[in-house]
């Protein structure tokens, strides 16, 4: 079974720096998708950044980046120019590309405040 | 606005009781999954249909059960309730199944938080 790990509970981020969140994974699997969702104390579940596994270029998504290290199965977020609307929990999390369903295996969340 | 609809979107109930959840997904949408996020085991999978069709199963209970009508809707029961099943119970959605085509985002509802008292 996949596994995914977030070792930081929480970070703080002084406006407009940037930060970056860890996520490691554990996976037999050569083709997967990884992603990285936000919940803000809204509770809605967005979806922030997708990385296909073959692919080997870094997603980018305007202030929101990865950095994919497929051999290492690490999977980080970096935030640029951080602003107060990022203040949420942040969850990583893989989808198989292999199995027959679809289900995303999360991650414990990291809980992100942003200073200003 | 993610498209995917939830009811209700708070719930309170006794022990030993059962509820029922619903979830509209997005229009097009075929598949459908339930999340629960508590506390203590985090946001936990536990069991996708697609076009009417039980998919996938997580570690869902079972006192738990669900299904999807066939115009998608879905419907999560909760039945013989206890203190540990409060937690944000989440539906998602996404056009396709799995597998190599299952590269497309699951939009998400903003849950039903359910209070077991």
């Known amino acids: 079974a996949q596994t995914v790990t977030q070792s930081q509970p929480e970070m703080s981020v002084q406006e407009a720096e940037t930060v970056t969140l860890s996520c490691t994974y554990d996976t037999s699997e050569s083709d997967y998708y990884l992603f990285w969702y936000k919940q803000p104390p809204s509770r809605q579940m967005i979806l922030v950044i997708r990385?296909?596994?073959?692919?080997?270029q870094n997603a980018t998504e305007n202030r929101f980046s990865v950095n994919f290290q497929k051999a290492a199965k690490s999977f980080s977020l970096k935030i640029s120019d951080s602003q107060l609307g990022d203040a949420a929990m942040y969850f990583c999390a893989y989808r198989s590309a292999l199995e027959y369903g679809n289900k995303l295996v999360f991650g414990a969340g990291t809980i992100l405040r942003v200073k200003s | 606005d993610s498209g995917v609809t939830q009811t209700p979107k708070h719930l309170i109930t006794a022990t030993g009781q059962r509820v029922t959840l619903r979830c509209s997904p997005r229009s097009g949408d075929l598949s459908v999954y339930w999340y629960q996020q508590s506390l203590d085991q985090g946001l936990q999978f536990l069991i996708q249909y697609y076009n009417g069709e039980e998919r996938a199963k997580g570690n869902i209970l079972e006192r738990f059960s669900a299904q999807q009508f066939p115009d998608l809707h879905s419907e999560l029961n909760l039945s013989s309730l206890e203190l540990g099943d409060s937690a944000l119970y989440f539906c998602?959605?996404?056009?396709?199944?799995?597998?190599?085509?299952?590269?497309?985002?699951?939009?998400f509802g903003q849950g039903t938080r359910l209070t077991v008292v």
């Open positions: 998602a959605s996404s056009v396709v199944s799995g597998g190599f085509f299952g590269n497309t985002e699951a939009f």
């Open positions: 990385q296909e596994a073959y692919k080997q």
